[in-house]
């Protein structure tokens, strides 16, 4: 079981045993540390005729801090309603892939070659949108799904088995699905636990010899914060 997984499990299991009480409503900020794990799948269409010439592979971990705001509101019973927006002030930069690959593009030719391929990204002013429904386990914990909406710019530098250079500059969108848990440890002040996974659109782009190159990606995030409730 991955250590994704087993958060998630906790998390869900907490929601189970525990008897709901009333929300805290208001303004919350927080500053987040998460752990990433971005899986990447990229396909070659070197003449453009839409059939696919190569492909690649590639994993990513990576820590990234980000900032939150959002605002609860209680709704009947033991459940409230969270709407929120967390940005990353920061670059990610993931490291230069370097990876070996058989090259089958010579259509003229019935033996294949070994190439490599090298490719770096950038991701900036990464923003998601999200709400997050809740169960008030306690009056110190909560429990809560989130669903949001991601979006980055991503600036892609490197080559491919065919091309030496290739720059572009495309929008990484996505939807955020996850499962968390608020605990505050005295008076407005909490840590929280969540687990989500973000499941980017494919984007693509065109290397310097006009070969298609479209990348679809994943990311599986633990995440921790610390924040305050007014």
Same mark, same amino acid.
């Given at each position: 079981?991955?250590?994704?997984?087993?958060?998630?499990?906790?998390?869900?299991?907490?929601?189970?045993?525990?008897?709901?009480?009333?929300?805290?409503?208001?303004?919350?900020?927080?500053?987040?540390?998460?752990?990433?794990?971005?899986?990447?799948?990229?396909?070659?269409?070197?003449?453009?005729?839409?059939?696919?010439?190569?492909?690649?592979?590639?994993?990513?971990?990576?820590?990234?801090?980000?900032?939150?705001?959002?605002?609860?509101?209680?709704?009947?019973?033991?459940?409230?309603?969270?709407?929120?927006?967390?940005?990353?002030?920061?670059?990610?930069?993931?490291?230069?892939?370097?990876?070996?690959?058989?090259?089958?593009?010579?259509?003229?030719?019935?033996?294949?070659?070994?190439? +490599?391929?090298?490719?770096?990204?950038?991701?900036?002013?990464?923003?998601?949108?999200?709400?997050?429904?809740?169960?008030?386990?306690?009056?110190?914990?909560?429990?809560?799904?989130?669903?949001?909406?991601?979006?980055?710019?991503?600036?892609?530098?490197?080559?491919?088995?065919?091309?030496?250079?290739?720059?572009?500059?495309?929008?990484?969108?996505?939807?955020?699905?996850?499962?968390?848990?608020?605990?505050?440890?005295?008076?407005?002040?909490?840590?929280?636990?969540?687990?989500?996974?973000?499941?980017?659109?494919?984007?693509?782009?065109?290397?310097?010899?006009?070969?298609?190159? +479209?990348?679809?990606?994943?990311?599986?995030?633990?995440?921790?914060?610390?924040?305050?409730?007014?």
């Amino acid at each position: 079981m991955t250590k994704f997984k087993i958060i998630m499990s906790l998390i869900f299991g907490l929601s189970l045993f525990m008897m709901p009480v009333k929300a805290q409503e208001g303004l919350s900020l927080g500053i987040t540390i998460g752990s990433h794990s971005l899986d990447q799948a990229a396909d070659e269409d070197v003449d453009a005729n839409g059939s696919v010439d190569a492909k690649h592979s590639r994993s990513d971990s990576f820590q990234v801090p980000a900032l939150t705001a959002s605002y609860t509101k209680d709704l009947v019973g033991m459940m409230s309603l969270t709407v929120g927006a967390e940005y990353v002030p920061v670059s990610a930069t993931l490291s230069s892939a370097i990876n070996t690959d058989t090259d089958s593009t010579d259509k003229d030719s019935d033996i294949d070659r070994a190439v +490599t391929n090298r490719v770096k990204a950038k991701l900036d002013n990464h923003l998601t949108i999200f709400i997050q429904p809740t169960v008030n386990v306690s009056d110190t914990l909560k429990v809560f799904g989130t669903v949001g909406y991601s979006e980055a710019d991503v600036e892609v530098q490197g080559q491919t088995q065919t091309s030496t250079a290739k720059n572009y500059s495309p929008t990484l969108e996505g939807i955020r699905l996850g499962l968390g848990a608020r605990y505050y440890v005295q008076d407005g002040v909490f840590l929280q636990l969540e687990g989500y996974q973000v499941d980017y659109d494919t984007i693509s782009g065109t290397t310097s010899d006009d070969t298609k190159v +479209t990348v679809d990606a994943d990311d599986q995030v633990i995440q921790l914060t610390i924040g305050t409730t007014f």
